[in-house]
């Protein structure tokens, strides 16, 4: 108990500094680019666009439980680019700040919580594309978008995804430290990812292949994009099945990741 306690006051003593990094990981994060910070806007619409027009006739563009097809990539694309990008992010960052990890002294779960924040901060932006995706579709076509109280409820998914993206960051941190080779494992995992996270097709599109469902629903992203797609596309409260199997993954996972990053970062400054 002290030392939970010991930590939230050491948190409470840091939060400026937190707010700091976060605020200078989202202006360097397109320091260098012509368009800078327009580009978290039109990088999730061209990559949707690009999406549509190789998988949507594939996979059933109206079918009937889709909806709005392009709507249904950019859930699907903006919270799987979010989770991969933060804990990207977040397993280089004690490496990345090697330098000042050597002179100051910082807590070191700081460096992984800001980097994950800083993504959160820019993927909060990147949803306004999807606003105006919705208002567009919903307006100006006859495509079959739902829209009621229940788009209120698609920070829950969100906020659940924000937990995840944090234990699995520490831990890929963590690793990182000791073991460089991760971060080539990792992207490769990331590109399985992609393929086994329904973002451009629907599980029932894998008609009767059970195994095959059974093992994407096993992916957490799985419960989690249908759990947003289901307030902001569908109208309607999500499958409780997928947010406890969803909440529950999250929480377990942040919870190791923390307790594995408190017990070897001590070492860090060994290996780095």
Not at 196 to 205: A, D, G, H, N, R
Request: proline content about 2%; hydrophobic content about 55%; some cysteine.
């Amino acid at each position: 108990m002290n030392k939970i306690k010991g930590f939230f006051k050491n948190f409470w003593k840091y939060r400026f500094l937190l707010q700091e990094i976060v605020r200078k990981n989202v202006k360097l994060q397109y320091r260098n680019s012509v368009l800078g910070i327009f580009w978290t806007f039109l990088q999730p619409l061209l990559t949707t666009i690009v999406l549509a027009l190789v998988f949507g006739g594939i996979f059933g563009q109206r079918s009937a439980d889709v909806g709005c097809y392009m709507v249904y990539l950019l859930c699907g694309r903006l919270l799987y680019e979010f989770f991969t990008q933060s804990t990207k992010r977040a397993m280089r960052s004690i490496r990345l700040s090697a330098s000042v990890i050597k002179k100051v002294y910082v807590p070191k779960y700081i460096y992984p919580l800001s980097n994950v924040l800083a993504n959160f901060v820019t993927f909060a932006m990147s949803l306004l594309v999807l606003v105006v995706m919705v208002i567009y579709f919903k307006c100006f076509t006859d495509e079959v978008i739902i829209i009621n109280w229940h788009v209120l409820l698609a920070i829950v998914p969100i906020l659940i995804l924000l937990v995840l993206s944090l234990g699995i960051g520490m831990i890929l941190a963590t690793l990182n430290v000791f073991f460089k080779d991760i971060e080539y494992i990792y992207e490769v995992f990331c590109m399985l990812l992609f393929y086994l996270t329904p973002i451009f097709y629907t599980v029932k599109s894998l008609g009767a292949i059970k195994i095959v469902q059974y093992g994407l629903m096993a992916n957490p992203l799985y419960s989690i994009v249908s759990m947003f797609r289901d307030c902001v596309l569908y109208g309607q409260m999500w499958n409780w099945n997928h947010f406890m199997y969803a909440f529950g993954v999250s929480v377990v996972t942040f919870i190791i990741g923390f307790v594995i990053f408190q017990k070897k970062q001590d070492k860090f400054i060994l290996h780095i």
